[in-house]
């Protein structure tokens, strides 16, 4: 592939900053961008010495722009964890629809092909399972999940309106729960939550009962299959996850498994509207892009480990 010229929103997130290294490692010049509302600085460390990278420091809901040439638009630019955008409502509403839009805008400028980082999310508490992309939904749009559900629904819609209307190269990936290094401890997913509390020996915090379920990817596979998608040639949405079904007792028990940590498990009450079952149908990706996740669960868990223990300052529960 020839070297290009790619913008990544969201560049100092958790999913962000390891796609600005996968894009670098392939040869493109890199303009990651980020206002570090949740995004942290630290996670572009590694990234400031390549001569490869520029940093924009901007919050895309009130404009994007760049003077020079474009290849590739990456928006993977908003709050993704349930305690984020429940404190910050009205800015998830803003990237998702001013911020989408210019990042659109911006691709379209340049003649450049524009992904969507979308979400499982759109599916809502879901009807249908496991979830295929024609599915449209069971979200509640009032609710307090509807400021993250809706502004992702709203970027598809705007995605495919700049599609139809402009022409434009776009791309759209649904995401399933994804896992990995640079997660936020704080930031109330299950992985963060469960990992952290496992490597200080602390009981493990499950909400409700523990028999729902989530399909966890290692974020390298994650953002592989990403990537393939950017360069198909499918404006419809794509699910790119792992179709492998746990429920969270399941994963806590792989929690234990990994670290060695005996704590047992507290029962915390369920948020409102957090979807029963997680599923994704990759059957899409697989024949389009011949891709399907490699990394086990128990692999992925082991490689993310020593980013977790370095933030946690050293403090391990088990020690595998």
Not at 33 to 41: A, L, P
Not at 54 to 64: A, N, P, Q, T, V
Not at 196 to 220: E, H, I, K, M
Request: glycine share 10%; charged share 25%.
């Amino acid at each position: 592939m020839a070297r290009l010229r790619s913008l990544v929103t969201g560049a100092a997130g958790f999913l962000g900053s390891h796609l600005c290294e996968r894009l670098l490692a392939r040869g493109d010049e890199v303009v990651g961008v980020d206002n570090f509302v949740t995004g942290d600085r630290r996670n572009l460390e590694g990234l400031a010495a390549n001569p490869g990278f520029r940093f924009l420091e901007r919050d895309i809901s009130r404009g994007l722009e760049w003077k020079g040439a474009l290849e590739r638009v990456y928006n993977f630019a908003s709050p993704a964890s349930p305690i984020d955008y429940l404190q910050l409502p009205v800015e998830t509403l803003l990237v998702g629809s001013h911020g989408t839009l210019h990042a659109l805008e911006l691709a379209r400028t340049k003649g450049a092909r524009f992904l969507q980082a979308s979400t499982s999310e759109c599916y809502g508490d879901p009807e249908v399972h496991p979830q295929v992309e024609t599915y449209w939904g069971n979200v509640n749009p009032v609710g307090p999940r509807s400021c993250y559900d809706e502004a992702k629904r709203f970027g598809e819609a705007l995605t495919m309106a700049f599609h139809r209307r402009h022409g434009l190269p776009t791309r759209i990936m649904r995401i399933f729960n994804t896992y990995g290094p640079r997660m936020r401890l704080e930031d109330g997913r299950a992985v963060p939550a469960i990992v952290s509390a496992a490597l200080r020996n602390q009981p493990l915090p499950v909400f409700g009962d523990g028999r729902q379920t989530r399909s966890f990817c290692y974020v390298d596979d994650l953002l592989e299959g990403g990537m393939l998608l950017m360069e198909s040639e499918e404006a419809m949405p794509v699910n790119i996850g792992n179709p492998v079904e746990i429920t969270i007792l399941e994963f806590a028990d792989a929690v234990r498994r990994v670290t060695g940590c005996a704590a047992p498990v507290t029962f915390h009450p369920l948020p409102q509207d957090d979807p029963r079952r997680r599923r994704p149908d990759i059957g899409k990706a697989r024949r389009l892009l011949g891709w399907e996740p490699r990394i086990a669960l128990d692999e992925g868990l082991r490689r993310t480990l020593p980013f977790f223990r370095e933030r946690l300052g050293g403090a391990s529960g088990g020690g595998k």
